[in-house]
């Protein structure tokens, strides 16, 4: 089986860097993707991380360790319109049949002034 | 490019009742998902349309779930009497491949049952 965790609930201050964590634990490895939900609307795909390492993608970065099972989200000169929650998920290892997620349970982000 | 569309975006009913709830995929897109999201719990994958096939509908709770895409095209969702615990919000993705990373979710539908 496959089991995600992030923390519920993050607070930061507009401007600031804010590091979302995820640990998992997964029968085989088939990489991780991190969305961004805001309340009422869609989840928007963010990144994807197959490799080990740092991948930037503007104010946002993602990081992966396969051997620790970890992974996290960066997000740097935090703006009022990045509170929303942060997913972490995961596919079934490459074979597995379908290609649907597991999720976590999400991290609500709230930018303060 | 159109996103995912679902239909309605809000739905009340009463226990007992039924309800149908409708997702319009991309346009060319054949994979078609179903996912759900109960209260304080997290998004749980419910089935996956290849076209008009079922490919894998091993997240769906129970038999008072039905699901369709005729044509490939749209699908529906119908529960069948609802019950208080099927209150939550459904999501219908899409992708053109299959893969994970190609999905777009719709925004989808608040399912409250009374």
């Known amino acids: ?113 | 490019e159109a996103g995912v569309t679902q239909f309605p975006s809000h739905s009340v009913i009463e226990k007992g009742q039924t309800v149908t709830l409708r997702c319009d995929p991309i346009s060319g897109h054949d994979n078609l998902y179903w996912y759900r999201r109960v209260m304080g719990k997290e998004i749980k994958f419910l089935l996956h349309f290849v076209k008009e096939s079922k490919q894998d509908e091993s997240g769906m709770p129970n038999n008072r779930f039905l699901a369709e895409r005729t044509g490939g095209t749209y699908s529906t969702l119908k529960v069948q009497p609802a019950e208080l615990e099927d209150s939550g919000v459904y999501f219908c993705a899409s992708s053109q491949d299959g893969a994970a990373y190609g999905y777009t979710f719709g925004s989808g539908t608040r399912l409250t049952v009374v």
Not at chain 1, 7 to 33: D, H, K, R, W
Not at chain 1, 72 to 79: I, T
Not at chain 1, 98 to 111: I, N, P, R
Request: with cysteine; charged share 15%.
């Open chain 1, 1 to 113: 089986g496959q089991n995600i965790d992030q923390p519920t609930e993050m607070t930061a201050t507009e401007g600031a860097i804010v590091q979302i964590n995820c640990t998992y634990q997964t029968s085989g490895f088939n990489g991780l993707f991190w969305y961004q939900q805001h309340a009422g609307e869609a989840p928007t795909f963010l990144s994807y991380n197959v490799l080990d390492g740092l991948e930037e993608k503007g104010r946002f970065s993602s990081f992966l360790s396969r051997s620790k099972g970890y992974s996290y989200l960066l997000l740097k000169e935090l703006q009022m319109k990045d509170s929303a929650s942060y997913l972490c998920a995961v596919p079934p290892y490459s074979g597995a049949g379908s290609y649907q997620l597991t999720f976590g349970k999400g991290t609500k982000l709230s930018v303060i002034p």
